[in-house]
């Protein structure tokens, strides 16, 4: 791998319209290159995507996930940097140890509101919607933060918000107004977030870019 570049392992659950956006951002830099496009789910609409785009994918079971061979696999292949894009399951141990720091995760609400266990796709917008109904808030968002050991607690690299309508908005506006956010900001953020992992492991480690152990 050439100096001054960053693989990057996408993993994702869904149709991967973020994935997408994030390959074909990358395909134009030189510091970047997305090595994988991995899900735990054959049927999902990111794999036809990216082999569309000519990046190679990967179908892992749950049991891979838990056990470490998704993390060794990541890493064997010189993975670097890991950005979930609408990623369902849990990350477990293993994956977070071997990438500490350098695992982005995309969620579809402000955190810390809306975050945590069962808190994805349309269950974070209807509950912004319950909420809005409410009075309790005003706005919804994206956040990109970085994953540790509990869901969506991890520290946050980027948010983006949106002004909400309590008189017009259903939870499929809301959805709509949400995805036009991680349209507009998704890829430019992760890469900005991939290129701040690389500039630490050129600082930590100028003469190798490898992650070796787990």
Not at 78 to 83: E, K, N, R, S
Not at 114 to 126: A, I, P, S
Not at 169 to 196: D, G, M, S
Request: with cysteine; aromatic share 6%.
């Amino acid at each position: 791998m050439a100096a001054g570049m960053m693989k990057v392992a996408i993993l994702a659950s869904g149709e991967g319209t973020n994935a997408e956006r994030l390959i074909q951002s990358a395909a134009k830099r030189s510091d970047v290159e997305i090595e994988v496009v991995a899900t735990h789910r054959a049927a999902a609409g990111v794999l036809q995507r990216a082999e569309a785009l000519q990046v190679r994918t990967w179908v892992f079971t749950k049991a891979e996930l838990g056990d470490g061979t998704v993390a060794r696999e990541l890493m064997s292949n010189g993975v670097q940097c890991v950005v979930l894009l609408g990623f369902l399951l849990k990350v477990p141990p293993s994956l977070i140890q071997a990438f500490s720091g350098r695992m982005l995760n995309l969620h579809p609400s402000l955190l810390p509101a809306f975050g945590g266990k069962g808190m994805y796709g349309n269950h974070v917008h209807q509950a912004v919607y319950d909420a809005l109904q409410k009075g309790e808030v005003s706005e919804t968002g994206i956040t990109l933060h970085w994953v540790d050991a509990e869901y969506d607690t991890g520290a946050v690299f980027f948010q983006a918000n949106v002004a909400l309508d309590v008189t017009a908005e259903t939870p499929a506006t809301i959805a709509e107004k949400v995805r036009a956010l991680e349209a507009r900001h998704c890829a430019e953020q992760a890469l900005r977030a991939v290129a701040e992992c690389l500039s630490l492991l050129d600082k930590n480690d100028p003469q190798s870019h490898g992650i070796h152990g787990i």
